[in-house]
């Protein structure tokens, strides 16, 4: 049985990595096909920082996926807190209301906000898709952060009341220094799920404003150029970058605690 359980986890590994390992193997490839492997080369890397198109949809999709994610996290910050503090009747309700829009499929969403911006003669941009995304990350956000502050001491804002706290500083010094990590965790979710979003950005989109995904999906139709893979491999670099900073930040403040 454990053979069994052993080989299906290594099976799942490797369903899971090989792609993103044949990524960066062919960012490097000489031959500028992923049909062969012709030897090493850093051209793609060259030519992905003088594609101009390209860049353009990446600052545009690294601008949206910041905005969105510091406002859904700042959402649901005030969300977790006020929920965690609420007893009266309807708390159920709430809670199916902000997690509606993951149940609700984001073609739909896209439709419905799409036919609400034409009606109201928005003009499609970078507003439109903040707005977009914001409906599919602010309760993934949301979520993360009621789970930390669910736990959280309810005596809390009385003890900081009975030292001289104003509501101001029970906030910046006693509940964020708290749920800071689910704080950095529901940011980095929401970051996440923008910048890799296609759907919204689909119908949300406007002149000057495609994103990543939709350039590499357009792409698709004529073939994925080299540097796609090389943006590709400098992406997971930068992912591996963050999770480890965040993973040495989080070990260091345990150890710290631990200490003291």
């Known amino acids: 049985m454990d053979r069994i359980v052993n080989g299906i986890a290594r099976g799942v590994f490797v369903f899971l990595y090989v792609p993103i390992a044949a990524v960066i193997i062919y960012s490097f490839n000489a031959a500028g096909t992923s049909t062969r492997f012709e030897g090493f080369t850093l051209q793609w890397y060259a030519d992905l920082f003088q594609d101009g198109a390209l860049m353009q949809t990446l600052r545009t999709s690294a601008v949206v996926a910041v905005l969105t994610a510091t406002v859904a996290t700042v959402i649901g910050i005030m969300f977790a807190l006020g929920m965690s503090r609420y007893r009266g009747a309807g708390k159920g309700g709430l809670l199916a209301l902000i997690a509606l ?3 609700v499929p984001e ?13 109201v003669k928005v003009p499609l941009g970078i507003t439109t898709l903040v707005l977009g995304h914001l409906i599919v990350s602010l309760p993934l956000a949301t979520l993360v952060l009621m789970s930390s502050a669910a736990m959280l001491d309810p005596s809390l804002p009385e003890a900081a009341t009975d030292l001289g706290c104003t509501p101001w500083q029970t906030f910046t010094r ?13 940011w980095l979710l ?4 923008s910048f890799s979003n296609i759907v919204m950005s689909t ?6 404003s495609t994103t990543l ?13 080299p540097s796609i893979n090389a943006l590709g491999a400098l992406l997971i670099l930068l992912t591996l970058v963050i999770v480890l900073a965040v993973g040495v930040t989080q070990m260091r403040r345990i150890l710290v605690d631990s200490r003291s």
Not at 107 to 119: C, M, N, R, Y
């Open 101 to 103: 829009p993951l149940i």
């Open 107 to 119: 073609i739909v969403l896209g439709v419905a906000l799409l036919s609400v911006f034409s009606a």
């Open 174 to 186: 006693v509940y964020l220094p708290l749920l800071r990590p689910a704080v950095v965790a529901a």
């Open 190 to 193: 929401s970051f996440t799920t």
């Open 203 to 208: 119908f949300l989109s406007g002149v000057g």
């Open 213 to 225: 995904p939709l350039k590499i999906y357009s792409s698709l139709k004529t073939g994925l150029t």
